[in-house]
């Protein structure tokens, strides 16, 4: 017992941490700043951005998911959509959940967008169309977010950890950010 417990106490004092060799510095990924710092990087950004909503979660499989059992052309056995061809999806359901995560994240990524454009200076290369863009596909994001669930929570800036759970706006307001949104794209393309 002796024996184990001056092996604890050694270990523990010989090697108290081993933070410095956990801390990480990645090579393989670009900050914003990196990314929007040339046309290049902003046309790569906007690639990503149509890339997130075609995701198979998103616009590849969430869409027809949620949507499908509406049109009545649509039936399955499997327990995990007994709900939604029952017209009574709920939180709970796979589809709902992958949905709703997908788009936010595209939302996400339109916002981060947004938000590096508009610190361009007027005269960088594609700064309207790429903006117009980013402000298209949030915009068709939240028409579709609306169209099937209603009030949903506004997210116009990027997300950060303080603003993780935020309460769901109402349609109307919902429905003025999409008209704003598509407006802007309209002039911006």
């Excluded at 327990?79 to 359901?93: F, K, R």
């Amino acid at each position: 017992m002796n024996k184990l417990f001056a092996i604890i106490l050694v270990s523990v004092t010989l090697f108290p941490s081993c933070t410095d060799i956990l801390e990480e510095s990645p090579t393989t990924f670009y900050s914003e700043e990196e990314i929007y710092a040339s046309p290049e990087g902003v046309e790569t950004a906007i690639t990503g951005l149509y890339y997130s909503l075609g995701e198979f979660k998103a616009y590849g499989s969430g869409i027809p998911n949620l949507l499908l059992p509406h049109s009545g052309l649509f039936y399955s056995s499997q327990q995990a959509n007994v709900d939604m061809t029952s017209l009574n999806g709920t939180p709970s359901n796979q589809n709902v959940q992958d949905a709703w995560q997908a788009y936010y994240s595209t939302i996400n990524i339109a916002n981060v967008a947004i938000k590096n454009l508009e610190a361009k200076p007027e005269n960088f290369k594609n700064k309207a169309s790429s903006l117009g863009h980013a402000y298209f596909v949030r915009g068709k994001v939240y028409l579709d977010l609306v169209r099937a669930f209603g009030g949903v929570p506004l997210r116009t800036t990027p997300a950060n950890i303080d603003q993780l759970h935020i309460p769901r706006a109402s349609v109307k307001e919902v429905i003025d950010l999409i008209a704003n949104d598509l407006t802007k794209a309209k002039q911006l393309m």
